[in-house]
Nanobody, 123 residues
Framework: VQLQASGGGLVQAGGSLRLSCAAS????????MGWFRQAPGKEREWVSC????????YYIDSVQGRFTISRDNAKSTVYLQMDSLKPEDTAVYFC?????????????????WGQGTLVTVSS
């Protein structure tokens, strides 16, 4: 199984980025997908997740209304559209996959992880 995250970069506050996570080696449509982030000196934090099947989405309060998670099962890819970015969104962003039911918010609940992509938001 491989998850390849991309799309990070440097952006000014108020700007947008779209992260992508391409999966291979798994039956993508059966997996729940999540995005986490880790800022320097901080613990890894759950950001968002999307179910398999009917694509219900969930977000941490701090990104609600600014970030949008989506998936394209035909491309085995999950996306995170990030708008109205703030300096506090600066972090390495990771995608993760889990088979078990529900939208897990704890890193330990996810079996597969991507390598991370750095998002830097300047003020």
């Amino acid at each position: 199984v491989q998850l390849q995250a991309s799309g990070g970069g440097l952006v000014q506050a108020g700007g947008s980025l779209r992260l992508s996570c391409a999966a291979s080696g798994l039956t993508f449509g059966t997996y729940r997908m999540g995005w986490f982030r880790q800022a320097p000196g901080k613990e890894r934090e759950w950001v968002s997740c999307i179910n398999s099947g009917v694509p219900r989405t969930y977000y941490i309060d701090s990104v609600q209304g600014r970030f949008t998670i989506s998936r394209d099962n035909a491309k085995s890819t999950v996306y995170l559209q990030m708008d109205s970015l703030k300096p506090e969104d600066t972090a390495v962003y990771f995608c993760a996959a889990r088979l078990t039911a529900g939208c897990g918010t704890q890193p330990g609940l996810y079996r597969h992880w991507g390598q991370g992509t750095l998002v830097t938001v300047s003020s």
